[in-house]
């Protein structure tokens, strides 16, 4: 049976820059994150303190911010707990990677199981550890982290490019919407 | 009504309200928990309502729309609802002192208290700093709704077809018998 039009895909709006762009995008505020994280320390050693002041208020909303929790930095706690910071370490660097992992333009996202199995070790850490089994560390909630991170980013560039086709979708059919009349 | 506006306003009004409400909202420094709760709730309630496969662009609209619907909600209730918090918890703080600590000790930990209470200031002077930090959470709630969104999307979307899955391969006889026909005639 054919496709009813309304599903028409312009074929214009499958290619270009497009997912270069998303991607970029998403890999600059990535990085934003990353560094605002380990910028809140430096600052506050370097006698900024309402710069510093802002940057760990960023992560505040976010983040229980326990100093015992977290990596240290000349002598300040980062910005984030160390499972944080591991999560934020680890969706940057599968940002980052992504390109060589997967086409840009890729739309369609991996199979939920994957999802399952990268936050599976996140939730043990966590539950083992509330449970008084496990005696988490630094390094077991960063690296658990960061391994979620990586992965998540693996479901957010396609979405985020599938978001912006659907944008560009929605403006070509306003416009023909236009034209028509 | 557009159809992603009804899962939004829920997804929306659930992670505003738990954002705002003292002592819930803790949940939040779990990576923003209530506000991925409510974009993944958005992205179901729409997966379920739609009759076509959703794509994971439509999910973090969703989720898109219910962080904008909740982060609204979240600075009316929830700024001003932290402040009077605040205080709250400042008297209560004070009293569990006193009852917990020797005469004195209790007394030197409220002046301290007091002292710094005073520096910050009544309601209105703790407002606009209040709004400031509460703008920054606005904006990481629609953040992480977006996320939350996507993940609900990936996880929850079952059916074959979205606008954003792999094309199926092309049937065994596509494009004709292998070799054309040309010549087949004469």
Redesign the interface.
């Known amino acids: 049976m054919p496709a009813p039009i309304s599903n028409y895909?312009p074929q214009l709006a499958a290619g270009g820059r497009r997912p270069a762009w998303v991607w970029a995008a998403v890999s600059a505020g990535a990085l934003f994150i990353l560094a605002v994280m380990f910028a809140a320390p430096l600052l506050a050693a370097g006698g900024y303190v309402f710069s510093a002041r802002a940057a760990y208020?960023?992560f505040?909303?976010?983040?229980?911010q326990m100093p015992e929790r977290s990596f240290h930095l000349l002598g300040h706690p980062l910005a984030a707990c160390a499972r944080?910071a591991g999560?934020y370490a680890g969706f940057a660097a599968g940002v980052l990677l992504y390109p060589l992992a997967r086409p840009l333009g890729a739309?369609?996202?991996p199979a939920?199981g994957w999802?399952f199995a990268a936050a599976a070790p996140t939730a043990l850490d966590f539950s083992l550890g509330l449970l008084g089994v496990w005696e988490n560390t630094h390094l077991s909630r960063s690296l658990t982290g960061a391994l979620l991170g990586a992965v998540?980013a693996l479901?957010?560039v396609?979405?985020?490019?599938?978001?912006?086709?659907?944008a560009r979708l929605r403006a070509f059919r306003v416009g023909a919407h236009a034209s028509e009349q | 009504m557009n159809d992603k506006m009804k899962p939004a306003i829920i997804g929306g009004v659930v992670l505003g309200v738990l954002s705002a409400i003292p002592f819930v909202n803790m949940v939040?420094?779990?990576?923003?928990a209530w506000a991925i709760v409510g974009g993944v709730l958005a992205a179901n309630m729409y997966i379920k309502n739609s009759t076509s496969p959703v794509?994971?662009?439509?999910?973090?609209?969703v989720g898109a729309i219910a962080g904008v619907i909740g982060a609204v909600i979240y600075l009316i209730l929830g700024v001003p609802l932290g402040i009077v918090a605040g205080q709250a918890m400042f008297s209560s703080m004070t009293g569990m002192f006193e009852r917990m600590m020797p005469p004195e000790q209790a007394a030197e930990v409220r002046r301290q208290m007091e002292m710094q209470q005073a520096a910050q200031g009544g309601f209105i002077d703790q407002l606009p700093q209040a709004l400031m930090?509460g703008l920054?959470?606005a904006i990481?709630l629609v953040v992480?709704a977006t996320?939350g969104g996507?993940?609900g999307?990936?996880?929850f979307e079952k059916r074959k077809g979205?606008?954003?899955?792999?094309p199926p391969p092309p049937p065994p006889n596509f494009g004709g018998p292998a070799g054309g026909t040309y010549g087949a005639g004469s």
């Open positions: 895909v208020a960023f505040g909303a976010v983040c229980h944080c999560l739309r369609h996202v939920r999802l998540a479901y957010v396609p979405g985020l490019v599938d978001l912006s086709y659907a | 939040n420094m779990c990576c923003c794509s994971t662009g439509d999910g973090a609209q930090f920054i959470g990481l992480f996320v996507l993940i999307t990936a996880i979205a606008a954003g899955a792999p």
